[in-house]
């Protein structure tokens, strides 16, 4: 069973531009959600999405955005992007929506903004 | 909204002795609660999980966990440290509706001396 793939592993650009992160969950995942790591915030939780509607949502700008597809896949979105945007950010599936249920997280996105 | 604090930001023991890793919660219901461990360019990967059926929780790897409701704390433990035991680990809450996803606390980074 093959795991959560997030697309690409690695990436650069230049602030102001914007960026989009993919992530394809297990087969037969409905959740997926999103987290920010940095060294110095720790993880951070951006948003989570269940069938397609945006369930939760923690405490960033607006320059953060998503979405999920039928098929269960994401994509989020950073607008405008900040030096301080620089993050590894994971992406992480569940079955269904049960706050009890594991979380299988994928490799990450590395992106730098130079 | 809970808090997840975890003492120490790096530990270090010898090969074949006491792992202990500590975690505390702050929330007025005990949440779940989770430890995960993170390896080098690594997603994360669920250790084990407390959801209120058994306070002391047994996980992969030889790990376990024993949740104190009077302490508000979910330390992990292993009897006997391996060298392949070397990574960041993660404490993790999250309140019983998910709405805020995941709260990590800041990680620990066990060091493992031959």
């Known amino acids: 069973k093959a795991g959560v793939t997030q697309t690409p592993r690695y990436l650069i650009k230049t602030r102001g531009q914007q960026v989009t992160l993919s992530c394809s969950p297990i087969s037969g995942h409905r959740s997926v959600s999103w987290y920010q790591q940095t060294p110095g915030q720790g993880l951070q939780f951006l948003f989570e999405?269940?069938?397609?509607?945006?369930?939760n949502k923690g405490n960033f700008p607006g320059r953060f955005s998503g979405r999920q597809f039928s098929n269960s896949r994401s994509e989020m979105n950073v607008s405008t992007l900040e030096l301080g945007d620089s993050a590894l950010y994971l992406c992480a599936t569940k079955p269904g929506g049960g706050a009890n249920t594991e979380a299988f997280f994928g490799q990450g996105t590395r992106l730098t903004v130079v | 909204a809970q808090s997840v604090t975890q003492l120490g930001s790096h530990v270090s023991v010898s090969e074949g002795a006491l792992v202990l890793l500590r975690c505390n919660y702050s929330s007025s219901v005990p949440p779940y609660l989770f430890w995960y461990v993170q390896y080098p360019n690594q997603g994360l990967q669920l250790l084990l999980k407390y959801t209120s059926a058994a306070t002391l929780v047994k996980g992969i790897n030889g790990f376990e966990a024993e949740f104190k409701k009077s302490e508000t704390s979910f330390h992990l433990t292993k009897p006997s440290a391996h060298m392949s035991d070397a990574a960041e680990y993660f404490c993790a809450g999250s309140d019983r509706g998910g709405a805020d996803g995941l709260t990590f606390g800041k990680g620990t980074h066990l060091i493992i001396q031959p």
């Open positions: 999405y269940f069938s397609e509607t945006q369930r």
